[in-house]
């Protein structure tokens, strides 16, 4: 069986959670609290060397990192990765978009939130931060006032990718209602079968 590690405030450990919610694929969830240093233990880095969640065990004991390099692994031969050259490229250049423009800054903006104090550095990051996580907003409501996916005309792991830090984004200071199409998407990912909350934790 495939066991996750993952922290449950992680928006990239919920990407993997959500695919494998929609894929009833069944695993074993171990949690783990980045605050607390425990992806940091002689233990862990034994598994993931980079010192970071998620990480996914597969069947055969090999351990595989980074986020959506596991969604593509898990989604490959479903649905939920086109096929076709040209989608599986746009599907691929969404999720880059997601590591680089959006996931910087929408995401480190909320993370830090449940940090104790920010440092004078973080402190100066912030306002340059909330401009770039609103341009990488502003271009997806774009890309969505026209379509109600990403890619095509059915969800892919692009959309998971891009879903996981935005309907938090929230948390880190965003207005979502500025980004109606956006907001239209969010409502669209929640209505799909096997949908979970990022609060819904594997037992």
């Given amino acids: 069986m495939l066991t996750l590690y993952d922290d449950p405030i ?22 783990l609290d980045i605050l607390k240093q425990e992806t940091r233990t002689p233990e862990f880095l034994r598994i993931n060397p980079n010192g970071r969640i998620p990480v996914l065990i597969l069947e055969d004991g090999t351990a595989l990192a980074e986020s959506n390099a596991i969604l593509c692994y898990l989604a490959e031969g479903t649905d939920w990765l086109p096929a076709d050259r040209l989608a599986r490229a746009q599907v691929l250049s969404w999720m880059f978009f997601e590591q ?32 770039d996580g609103e341009a990488a907003l502003k271009l997806m409501d774009n890309r969505l006032s026209s379509k109600d996916w990403l890619v095509g005309t059915t969800p892919s792991v692009a959309d998971i990718a891009l879903y996981a830090y935005t309907h938090v984004a929230a948390e880190g200071g965003f207005t979502l209602g500025d980004y109606p199409a956006v907001s239209a998407w969010l409502r669209r990912m929640q209505t799909l079968p096997g949908y979970i909350g990022i609060g819904d934790l594997p037992t």
């Fill in 100 to 131: 680089y423009s959006h996931e910087p800054n929408v995401a480190t903006l909320r993370f830090w939130t449940h940090l104790p104090e920010l440092t004078p550095a973080q402190e100066l990051q912030k306002p340059l931060k909330k401009r």
């Fill in 10 to 31: 992680s928006g990239n450990g919920y990407k993997i959670r959500l695919l494998l919610a929609f894929l009833k694929a069944p695993y074993t969830y171990r949690p």
